[in-house]
């Protein structure tokens, strides 16, 4: 479907259609029943974004939840008047965006772009709402989410303050490769992350990330190819994320 198309949940032969399929792999929408999932998907715009386009910016309205289709986004925190980001973390595939602002009914607190084209749905704040009103799994799978995101920047602040670079971003690679399988050769890690990316993530430069993950794969920790690097020891990055 193309930019601004709505998504039916049902086509014409009676079949799910991916929207729906996409919803229910969700954590916040995961429990309901059919019909609820085509309620929502029905309700839902579907939009694709070409890499490097904002979805929105930090300070636009939050009157939208989103839901990632296939692609990758990045979400950033802008500070002024320098121009400088922080790159808070990275979501792909049936992952939500914009929980925090479809909450409160604040402005976007932080600014979202496409690290690779990706489609996603769009659901207006009073369709979740409404979904939230009328089904108690859903608000608890949304307490859930915003407190995760509480926890993660909690403890992201206090890696800042305890940690070390390599520290900072061995924890970080194992939080990316979270839910990955490890295959023959590890765990591969392609999120379309450049290095100046995870810098942002950790507090560094990006020559610095760039030391330190040479130090790694010279470690046997990882290899690195280009924007892709390969998890190959997770006892030993598990061991260097806590010190």
């Known amino acids: 479907m193309g930019a601004g198309s709505s998504a039916t949940g049902v ?6 259609t991916p929207s729906v399929e996409i919803l229910r792999r969700t954590e916040l929408f995961g429990t309901l029943a059919d019909d609820e999932l085509q309620r929502l998907a029905a309700a839902a715009r579907t939009r694709t974004f070409r890499r490097g386009q904002y979805l929105w910016y930090q300070g636009d309205p939050g009157d939208t939840l989103l839901v990632v289709c296939d ?7 802008g500070f002024e008047p320098t121009g400088d980001e922080a790159v808070l973390h990275s979501v792909g595939s049936c992952e939500v965006l914009g929980e925090l602002a479809l909450l409160d009914g ?32 859903v608000l608890e799978a949304m307490l859930r989410a915003v407190g995760r995101l509480v926890r993660r920047l909690t403890e992201q602040n206090g890696d800042l303050v305890f940690l070390d670079l390599g520290g900072r971003l061995a924890k970080l690679l194992l939080r990316l ?4 399988t490890p295959g023959n050769d590890g765990i591969v890690l392609d999120t379309h992350l450049s290095q100046s990316d995870l810098a942002a993530m950790i507090g560094a430069t990006r020559p610095a990330v760039n030391r330190v993950l040479h130090l790694f794969a010279a470690r046997g920790l990882i ?16 061991r260097r994320a806590a010190t």
Not at 71 to 77: D, H, Q, S
Not at 177 to 180: F, Q
């Open 223 to 238: 290899r690195v190819e280009g924007q892709v690097i390969v998890l190959q020891d997770l006892p030993g990055l598990q």
């Open 71 to 77: 692609g990758r986004l990045k979400v950033v925190f």
């Open 106 to 137: 604040a402005p976007r607190s932080a600014s979202v772009v496409a690290l690779e084209q990706t489609t996603a749905l769009i659901l207006s704040r009073a369709t979740v709402l409404d979904a939230m009103a009328r089904h108690p799994a």
């Open 177 to 180: 490769a979270e839910g990955r």
């Open 11 to 16: 086509n014409q032969f009676g079949h799910r």
